[in-house]
């Protein structure tokens, strides 16, 4: 070899590096150290991991979202029918207190006040006494009505207690912690409907179908009267099909048990009370008790 011949830096004896072995190339000097592989311990977890969110409809869903799988008209008949028979003497005996109630209020003495008026001659006595009556009867009436109202507010409570599994009792009937509010929803009520009669009737059916949650809103969720009902009319819009067609079910009902000289009440009454509460639980996933329905096991 010459003299001028360069040397291998790696050659024996040339007092250089020894050169690598078969191991891994070493990393060239000052450049960055190469980042792990996708998926080391260094990379987020991949799309669908344990941080995504569960599915939807998946067990983290909370109270009062809206479950998606609305109920159907037989499925709420059948399980209203079931509590119904397993607490029927409960539900009997309210549907009576409600008559009762409704009876006296709303009967009056106009009867026995219009004799009087017949067998008067004096114009003004009789002009005086018509008026007293008037004033008389409808003072009976609205202080029948809202009582009415608020033993229907209690029946939707009992209802309630039913659909999470509890068997209603005179005991719980009266344990809601918002009378006022119930009698303000039943005021808020009487004056929709006074408007729905005065246009031709069309807002009475709007508020009959609409309002019907509105106890419920306020019994079990603790909304103010106005909430309660514009919140109803949310709900029923949004399941229009499903609360309409079960609503006219009962109506259907409930007809044929006036038919049976009222008889028939004692039954249709509970079991619409039941069938609509089943359905709001439904409708804002709260909670329902396990039982045998026309669609299979009711789920909580």
Known sequence: MSENTPRDPYGPGSGGPTPPSSGATPPSAGGPTQPPAYGGP???????????????????????????????????????????????LFWVLFVLLTFVVGAIFNSGSVGDIQEQINASSDPEAMQELAASASGASSLLQLIGSLLVAVLQALGINAA???????????????????????????????????????????????????????????????????????SSFSLVGKNFGAVFLLELALFGLNIAGALLC?????IT??????????????????????????AGPATA
Request: aromatic share 14%; glycine share 14%.
């Open 160 to 230: 309630l207690r039913e659909v999470s599994g509890e068997k209603a009792s005179w005991g719980t009937l009266f344990k809601v912690n918002n009378f006022g509010m119930i009698i303000l929803a039943a005021l808020l009520l009487m004056v929709a409907s006074f408007v729905g009669v005065l246009l031709c009737g069309i807002g009475l059916i709007a508020v009959a179908v609409f309002a019907v949650f509105t106890y419920h809103n306020v019994v079990d969720k603790g909304m103010n009267a106005w909430a309660a009902f514009t």
């Open 262 to 266: 009222g008889l028939g009440l004692f």
């Open 42 to 88: 260094t990379q987020p977890p991949p799309y669908g991991g344990g941080s995504q969110p569960p599915a939807y409809g998946g067990p983290a869903a909370a109270y009062g979202a809206q479950s998606s799988n609305p109920f159907r008209v037989g499925e709420a008949l059948s399980f209203g029918w079931s509590r119904f028979k397993g607490n029927w």
């Open 269 to 294: 009454v509970p079991l619409s009370l039941l069938a609509i509460a089943f359905a709001y639980r439904r409708l804002t996933g709260g909670p329902v008790a396990a039982g045998t329905t026309a």
